[in-house]
């Protein structure tokens, strides 16, 4: 067999753990993957022993991330590479962890220069609006880059996963049909190499015209079992879904909710009051996919998966979005301010994400039916008074 070849995109607080389980897998996997993986870093200058250094050169020599994930061990097949076109050539698995405002310009990079089979995973919680259209980040991966691309999501604190503390995530991956190497499987017909021609569906239901290239039968099918020896560790347990749009969303629009929270709790107010806007947020979240993924999401990933109540309750009571608009709101500084001043260049990926669900609503003039979106981006823009949150959602029911 020919053996998968494994690049991480990004390598950021959580770029980085993704990138060290992988390593730790693909060194206890020989038969399945290149015991090497190559990690893509946005290269910067950073200063070790009073020196400045390239931050490539510090984890390829310290196996530290030292600005990202300090005082974290790398394995030492964990390779930095700064050159994003060749940290992808080759690969098989391409897995992008990095903040989703840089998918645009990473996915225009690399197109052309991947193999045409290969196959992506986004670590990524955020979506991509373009004026009235949202996409989900694994799709608009796929699309811009003519691969198919499932999603890892979940409660995931990356300094906790990093220092090995148990924790669970999920994993969305709808194997493509071309992938199955079985013909006339799903009802699907022999393509003229003795594949499954694909009819793979996209995160509303709609059959992609584009075919996918399969992955060559010299490699391990690349499947749930793959993935799950790639990602699962003894501290991080794995659950394999095939509801990619329900573990992207549940991502993407608890972040929001962690904002509002954090404000809640910065105003004054405690458990009490964030448990009801972690309830209200959900049903917002619900009710988006409802509303514009009806085909596809399963409300049941929302509700019993890690990607979905879990990582709600993660990040409204100890992530980073939550933390630091409650931060904001006690300083009485914007927290676009407190995103500058003291995250050492990571983001906060809920004031995006806000801005951009919110402009997707009212391009589609259905904003009232989403309050404590509305809130949180009224918020953001300084118009709305804290005070004003029990009457809002009064008003909402
Ligand atoms: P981070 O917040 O640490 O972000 C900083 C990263 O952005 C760095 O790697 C930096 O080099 C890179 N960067 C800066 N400018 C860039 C540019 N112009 N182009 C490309 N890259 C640039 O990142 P993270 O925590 O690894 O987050 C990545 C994704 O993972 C996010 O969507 C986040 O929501 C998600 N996530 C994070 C955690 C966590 O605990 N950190 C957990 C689960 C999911
Ligand atoms: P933050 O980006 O707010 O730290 O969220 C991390 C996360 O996604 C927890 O599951």
């Known amino acids: 067999k020919t053996l998968h070849k494994v690049t991480i995109v990004g390598s950021g607080n959580w770029g980085t753990t993704v990138g060290k389980l992988m390593a730790e897998s693909t060194a206890e996997h020989p038969d399945v993957f290149e015991k090497d993986v190559q990690m893509w870093v946005y290269e910067e200058t950073v200063e070790v022993d009073g020196q400045p250094q390239k931050l490539t050169d510090v984890i390829n020599t310290k196996h530290e991330n030292v600005k990202y994930l300090p005082e974290i061990k790398l394995p030492d097949n964990l390779i930095a590479n700064p050159s994003l076109v060749d940290a992808v050539k080759n690969s098989t698995i391409l897995v992008f962890n990095l903040p989703h405002e840089f998918i645009g310009n990473i996915c225009k990079q690399i197109k052309g220069h991947i193999l045409p089979y290969a196959r992506g995973i986004s670590c990524i919680k955020g979506v991509t609006v373009t004026d009235d259209k949202i996409e989900l980040l694994s799709e608009y991966i796929g699309e811009n ?9 979940g409660a995931n604190i990356a300094s906790e996963i990093a220092n090995e503390m148990w924790c669970e995530t999920t994993i969305a991956y709808n194997t493509p049909p071309c992938d199955k190497h079985t013909a006339n499987g799903n009802g699907v017909s022999n393509g003229a190499n003795g594949y499954v021609v694909d009819e793979h ?67 004054g107010w405690n458990m009490t009051a964030k448990t009801a806007v ?44 939550w933390r630091y608009s409650k ?50 981006d009224g918020i953001l823009d300084q118009n709305v008074n804290l005070e004003d949150i029990p009457r809002l959602f009064r008003k909402s029911q």
């Open 145 to 153: 880059l003519s691969i198919y691309c499932g999603a890892l999501s």
């Open 201 to 267: 569906r996209d995160s509303r239901g709609q059959i992609i015209k584009t075919p996918l290239t399969p992955v060559p039968s010299e490699y391990p099918a690349l499947g749930h079992d793959v993935l799950r020896k790639l990602f699962e560790r003894p501290y991080f347990t794995v659950s394999m879904v095939s509801d990619v749009a329900g573990v992207s969303l549940g991502g993407a629009l608890k972040n929001i909710v962690a904002l509002a929270c954090g404000f809640v709790e910065g105003h």
């Open 278 to 321: 972690m309830r209200r947020g959900m049903q917002e979240i619900i009710q988006f996919a409802r509303d514009f993924y009806p085909e596809t999401v399963q409300e049941k990933t929302l509700w019993e998966e890690s990607a979905g109540w879990g990582d709600m309750i993660v990040s409204c009571t100890s992530a980073r979005n």
């Open 327 to 376: 931060m904001a709101v006690e300083r009485g500084v914007s927290i676009q301010e407190i995103e500058r001043t003291e995250l050492n260049g990571q983001k906060l990926q809920g004031i995006s994400t806000s801005r951009e669900v919110s402009s997707f609503l009212r391009a589609r003039g259905v904003e009232d039916k989403y309050p404590l979106f509305k809130l949180v």
